[in-house]
């Protein structure tokens, strides 16, 4: 059943009832859409702290200052795995994060204001590192800042969400009302047909079985020659089904929405096992790879000046250790791209999450003796002509 179907089930005007008078309690305790939004955060958190930025220098990869500083300890006080997550949950859910650098040492901010300018850089005032405010102000050139959307996703999915809060606990309100204490009231031929007696049922019928519907938990006396008949039990079982189905279903839309949102696959999201292979490589594809290179494009750019990046000095952030390998399933393919030049035994290592050699061989590159260039070919056909 879709939200418009849904709604469309309390045409009866007598099943209306008022969603903020329904919602009061139970909206207190279900938070779906927090729920969705930091799994999915979590998920990409986890996968950017899994990845080895790794440091070149004149084109030849190295392991410096720079090195140990992105992969090891920004800061005194961080682990280069928290410092990342805690990024990346910063850039996610408020769309902007701030880095900083203090004596040679990297730092998320927990807040700051930025004065944008058009042809000058940009000033970064009222900075606050883990409740502490730098005097001084900042500007461009000497921070990170990261932006990943022109708007901030977080409000759209909280605005669209908030219909799903008030879905969900009226879903399970109007099952408890229609299914839980549906059935017949009979009335024994000898129940008093006296003023009195109709008095005492119309006010039952009227004030006494609402009050009673209504409560989660209540017991209703009934006057001799009254029976409260609960009906099919088979009736209510189906409709209780049905019930439940709307709910997962509300449930399994807030966390599609906002899988496609953050651009995971919803599979991934939900922790189903069923083709995770392309489900995890989709995820790195559209999802970690362009969050990598949004983090590697500001750090090339501010910490590295042009002359050193047009000369082959720059970091990359390596996201193919995110994936757990088995060597038996890329043994063949370790092999082919080996023979043909492509991988270096140290490439190799990395690849399965080894520790590389430091030998000069083990960076060195092999061609198989059954690979010959096109130009050589050529030039042998031309002699024999």
Not at 51 to 65: D, Q
Not at 203 to 210: G, H
Not at 246 to 257: A, P, R
Not at 364 to 382: A, F, H, P
Request: glycine share 4%.
């Amino acid at each position: 059943m879709g939200v418009v179907d849904w709604f469309k089930s309390f045409k009866n005007k007598d099943n209306i009832v008022e969603l903020d008078a329904i919602c009061i309690d139970l909206a207190k305790e279900v938070y779906f859409r927090e729920l969705a939004i930091n799994t999915s955060i979590n998920l990409i958190a986890n996968a950017i702290s899994k990845s080895e930025f790794r440091t070149y220098a004149g084109g030849k990869e190295v392991k410096k200052n720079d090195y140990y500083l992105f992969n090891v300890e920004p800061n005194q006080n961080k682990s280069a795995s928290k410092f990342w997550r805690d990024v990346v949950y910063k850039l996610l859910y408020n769309n902007e994060c701030l880095i900083v650098q203090v004596n040679d040492k990297l730092y998320v901010t927990d807040s700051f204001s930025k004065k944008a300018y058009a042809f000058k850089d940009n000033m970064y005032t009222n900075i606050v590192v883990n409740d502490y405010e730098l005097s001084d102000s900042m500007f461009e050139p000497n921070v990170l800042y990261l932006e990943w959307h022109n708007k901030k996703i977080i409000n759209l999915l909280q605005d669209l969400d908030k219909l799903y809060e008030q879905l969900i606990p009226t879903a399970i309100k109007n099952y408890k009302s229609r299914n839980s204490k549906k059935g017949f009231l009979i009335i024994d031929g000898h129940y008093p047909q006296t003023e009195e007696g109709q008095k005492r049922l119309k006010d039952l019928l009227k004030n006494k079985f609402r009050e009673w519907f209504e409560a989660d938990n209540a017991v209703l006396p009934l006057e001799k020659g009254l029976k409260w008949d609960h009906g099919e039990q088979s009736a209510i079982k189906g409709e209780e089904a049905s019930y439940t189905r709307d709910i997962q279903q509300m449930l399994n839309d807030i966390f599609n929405i906002t899988a496609m949102a953050f651009q995971i696959p919803p599979s991934l999201l939900k922790g189903e096992v069923a083709d995770t292979d392309k489900a995890v490589n989709n995820f790195l594809t559209f999802c970690i790879n362009p969050i990598a290179k949004l983090i590697t494009d500001e750090i090339n750019r501010k910490m590295y000046c042009k002359k050193e990046y047009l000369s082959g000095t720059y970091v990359k952030m390596d996201t193919s250790m995110i994936k757990t390998v088995d060597i038996k399933e890329i043994a063949n393919a370790l092999d082919i791209l080996t023979r043909i030049g492509v991988n270096s035994v140290n490439d190799s290592l990395r690849m399965l999450g080894r520790a590389t050699l430091k030998e000069d061989w083990a960076d060195e590159r092999y061609v198989t003796k059954n690979y010959e260039s096109v130009k050589e070919m050529k030039g042998g056909d031309g002699d024999k002509d």
